[in-house]
C-alpha cells in the first residue's frame, strides 16, 4: 500500500500498485459520451494516463488545461484525464474550459482505474476519490514514468511527464 498526503495528513493509496517497468493494465472508464474510455495495455500511441480527485479543484482544473495546453502538439500521445466526477459534469468542465486536445473520462461506478492503478485514496476526507497521479505507458503496454503526486492539493511535475513521453518515442 502505497500514501500521499492531504493538508499533512497521510492518506493510505488502496489497489494494485503499478510501477515503471510494469505492463499497464488494461482498463475502462467512463467517457463524457457515456461510452468506455480504454486505457492501458499496448496501443498504436504513448499514453497519458492523469489521474485527479476531481476536476471542480482548482488544482485538478488547472492541472487539466495545462495538459490539455501541453499535448496539444503531440500527435504521438494520447492523453486520458480520469477523475471521479459524474460524466455530466466532465462534459460541462471541458465544454467551460475549452478542453479539446484530450479525453475526460470518470472512473465513478466500480473505480477500476483507480483500483488497477494503485490510486484509490482508502481513508480521510478523500476516501473513494483518486490520487493525483501521472503514467507514461510506451506503445508496448509499459510503464515508463510514474508520478504519484506527493501532496494531492499540488500539481505534478508537467516537465518530466512531457520529457517522459517525448523519450518514449
Given at each position: 500500500m502505497q500514501t500521499t498526503m492531504f493538508?499533512?495528513?497521510?492518506v493510505n493509496l488502496a489497489g494494485n500498485a503499478v510501477n515503471v517497468g510494469d505492463k499497464a493494465p488494461v482498463v475502462s472508464a467512463v467517457g463524457i459520451d457515456l461510452n468506455d474510455v480504454e486505457i492501458g495495455g499496448a496501443k498504436d500511441k504513448i499514453?497519458?494516463?492523469?489521474?485527479?480527485?476531481?476536476?471542480?479543484?482548482?488544482?485538478?482544473?488547472?492541472?487539466?488545461?495545462?495538459?490539455n495546453e501541453d499535448v496539444n502538439n503531440l500527435d504521438i500521445c494520447e492523453t486520458t484525464v480520469i477523475s471521479?466526477?459524474?460524466?455530466?459534469?466532465?462534459?460541462r468542465f471541458c465544454t467551460t474550459e475549452g478542453i479539446e486536445n484530450l479525453t475526460v473520462a470518470s472512473d465513478y461506478?466500480?473505480?477500476?482505474?483507480?483500483?488497477?492503478?494503485?490510486?484509490?485514496?482508502?481513508?480521510?476526507?478523500?476516501?473513494?476519490?483518486?490520487a493525483r497521479a501521472v503514467f507514461v505507458?510506451?506503445?508496448?503496454?509499459?510503464?515508463?514514468?510514474?508520478?504519484?503526486?506527493?501532496?494531492?492539493?499540488?500539481e505534478p511535475n508537467y516537465t518530466a511527464a512531457l520529457d517522459a513521453i517525448k523519450e518514449a518515442r
Amino acid at each position: 500500500m502505497q500514501t500521499t498526503m492531504f493538508k499533512g495528513t497521510t492518506v493510505n493509496l488502496a489497489g494494485n500498485a503499478v510501477n515503471v517497468g510494469d505492463k499497464a493494465p488494461v482498463v475502462s472508464a467512463v467517457g463524457i459520451d457515456l461510452n468506455d474510455v480504454e486505457i492501458g495495455g499496448a496501443k498504436d500511441k504513448i499514453q497519458l494516463i492523469v489521474t485527479v480527485p476531481s476536476l471542480e479543484t482548482k488544482t485538478c482544473a488547472a492541472e487539466t488545461r495545462r495538459f490539455n495546453e501541453d499535448v496539444n502538439n503531440l500527435d504521438i500521445c494520447e492523453t486520458t484525464v480520469i477523475s471521479m466526477d459524474l460524466p455530466f459534469a466532465s462534459e460541462r468542465f471541458c465544454t467551460t474550459e475549452g478542453i479539446e486536445n484530450l479525453t475526460v473520462a470518470s472512473d465513478y461506478i466500480d473505480k477500476a482505474v483507480s483500483r488497477a492503478y494503485g490510486v484509490l485514496m482508502d481513508d480521510n476526507k478523500l476516501k473513494g476519490l483518486s490520487a493525483r497521479a501521472v503514467f507514461v505507458i510506451d506503445r508496448s503496454g509499459h510503464v515508463v514514468y510514474k508520478e504519484i503526486v506527493s501532496e494531492v492539493t499540488a500539481e505534478p511535475n508537467y516537465t518530466a511527464a512531457l520529457d517522459a513521453i517525448k523519450e518514449a518515442r
